[in-house]
């Protein structure tokens, strides 16, 4: 043996490689991008737990979007009563126009019980399309 020289010892490194759980977690990301629009689509309401409030007494009179039981729709602006039947288009735009004008204005649905959900669907997503930032539904109250 040689003097003087010693051979060091190398120490194990106890080290993780982390680059491939980086990896991992940026691909995760990049699916969650792109799948997070895709699972939030629809129309928002909020239903109510039991009994509705009702609109604060110092808002403006609703604009009332109608469906009676055979499909037809009607608007009310502001308690007019109005009985002529619309197309699902004259109602968006009608209602638009009256939001352009009174954007604070409440807009809700008034639907016959007996109606197809698709049908409220449809009026709902058509008065989104118009500019409605929400929609109400109206609903009875509660018999006793």
Known sequence: MQQGYQRKRRRPVAEINVVPYIDVMLVLLIIFMVTAPIVTQGVKVDLPQGEAEALPADSKPPVVASIDADGDYYLDVGG???????????????????????????????????????????????????????????????EE
């Open 80 to 142: 007019s009563g109005s009985k002529e039947t619309l197309d699902l288009e004259e109602v968006a735009v009608r209602v638009g126009a009256i939001i352009q004008l009174e954007p604070e204005r409440p807009v809700v649905v008034k639907a016959d019980r007996h109606i197809p959900y698709e049908k409220v669907i449809q009026l709902m997503v058509s008065l989104q399309g118009a500019g409605v930032p929400s929609v109400g539904l109206m609903t009875d109250s509660p």
